[in-house]
């Protein structure tokens, strides 16, 4: 990095770092960050951005088309402000339908109504896609729930997640009457154990508080999976949310209006990014981000106002990030596979290969990079992983007489986002 001559600035050496510093006494005089002068609209995009942040938990009037659902998860949740046993909940629904949304609502709510009636209530927000392990959710909850009124001192590693619920049942009986813990993404637990721990906490004489448990899923099945001993402790009441529409995505855009200045959105600006995230089964949580993303770039480029276009390039970068997350882990084996289709089917009339076409084609953009050659085995069993992820489709088809059935692979995602979200690995790039 270079100072304002031109000469590198971030050294080891001390005298270098403060020589810097020297010349900018009043920190808003650095150019890096300075944001007035010939720009002055540059920082006037955004009023309240935290409205738009994933996690943000708005006031009641904002949150749009959940009124039943909170109604219903609130029933649940009821008992507790008399000082009874809250039932267990288990929320599903496809991503960016509020699951977590209502569930961190109502919990807030029922808190504090518990505690006007002198009841000592806490919670725990647990997102298991980070924490799948028994020791690491244990750790989390203890931790978050913990405070000085306790001289409990709870490491962050070394002990096992025993040691951590041993912590975690002296903090309940010294602090709170209940307790609510929130499991985002359950599914994602390495197995079942976290549940059967919690749900069977005050029934197994380990600690006398009530502990209520809101588990959230992607999936629906995903309660047919758990151990029949944790479904006979859990019993919880089940929900299903479903996509928001078209109209309740557009009303849950104006409910965040106010994250921008004062008429700083042109009209088409809300129904745009609406439309966007209804294509994508009417996922609320994208629709934000995406509107989120169209003011950044808006202010990357000292725009006066947000517009169109920014949405629409907004829309391309979301979509490139959610493909980047599905393919985070993958090898540059699986890239140079995914790479070959996204050619063919920029190349042909048609969006289906068969795994010999994608292999000849692989196997000329490997031996292009001096990459390794993997057998036209394993990509075959890599094309199936990845249609396993969603992130090609794979059909059986005949072949005509004499030929038999074979598979045919067409990516689910459009050949320019696979394109650009793949060359974006520097391994990669020479084929651009």
Request: hydrophobic fraction near 35%.
């Amino acid at each position: 990095m270079k100072g304002p001559d031109g000469e590198a600035y971030m050294s080891d050496d001390p005298t270098q770092l403060s020589d810097f510093n020297d010349r900018f006494e009043d920190p808003s005089d650095d150019p890096l960050f300075n944001f007035d002068g010939d720009d002055p609209d540059h920082a006037h995009i955004f009023q309240r951005k935290e409205l738009l942040k994933v996690g943000h938990v708005p006031e009641s009037a904002r949150i749009v088309g959940r009124d039943e659902e909170i109604e219903s998860v609130a029933a649940e949740l009821r008992p507790l402000v008399r000082g009874n046993p809250p039932n267990n909940v288990m929320i599903y629904g496809k991503t960016g339908t509020g699951k977590s949304l209502v569930a961190r609502h109502v919990t807030e709510r029922a808190c504090r109504a518990a505690r006007s009636q002198g009841e000592s209530v806490g919670t725990a927000y647990v997102d298991c896609a980070q924490h799948n392990t028994q020791t690491r959710v244990a750790r989390s909850i203890t931790r978050t729930l913990n405070d000085d009124r306790t001289d409990l001192e709870i490491p962050r590693a070394g002990i096992g997640s025993g040691e951590y619920y041993d912590y975690l049942w002296e903090i309940l009986d010294v602090l709170y009457d209940s307790v609510l813990i929130i499991l985002d993404e359950v599914d994602r637990l390495e197995n079942d154990d976290v549940l059967m721990q919690l749900s069977r906490a005050r029934e197994s004489g380990k600690a006398e508080s009530h502990l209520g448990v809101i588990a959230i899923s992607n999936k629906i099945e995903y309660r047919d999976q758990l151990n029949e001993r944790v479904k006979s402790s859990l019993r919880e009441e089940e929900f299903v949310f479903q996509p928001y529409n078209a109209n309740q995505l557009r009303e849950i855009m104006d409910h965040r209006r106010d994250a921008f200045h004062d008429g700083v959105l042109t009209d088409d600006v809300i129904p745009l990014t609406a439309a966007f995230a209804a294509q994508e089964h009417g996922d609320a949580r994208k629709a934000i981000e995406i509107l989120r993303h169209a003011g950044e770039l808006a202010e990357r480029h000292a725009d006066e106002r947000v517009t169109e276009e920014h949405v629409r390039d907004a829309q391309e970068w979301a979509e490139i990030d959610r493909f980047e997350e599905l393919l985070r882990g993958s090898t540059t084996q699986v890239k140079f596979i995914l790479y070959a289709l996204a050619m063919l089917t920029e190349e042909r009339d048609t969006d289906e290969f068969s795994t010999s076409q994608i292999y000849e084609r692989y196997t000329e953009t490997a031996e292009r990079l001096d990459a390794s050659v993997l057998s036209e085995h394993r990509v075959y069993e890599l094309l199936k992983e990845q249609a396993f992820l969603g992130v090609v489709e794979s059909t059986r088809t005949g072949g005509g007489r004499g030929q038999g059935s074979y598979l045919e692979h067409r990516l689910v995602q459009d050949t320019g986002i696979v394109l650009k979200s793949v060359l974006r690995d520097s391994r990669l790039s020479d084929l651009k």
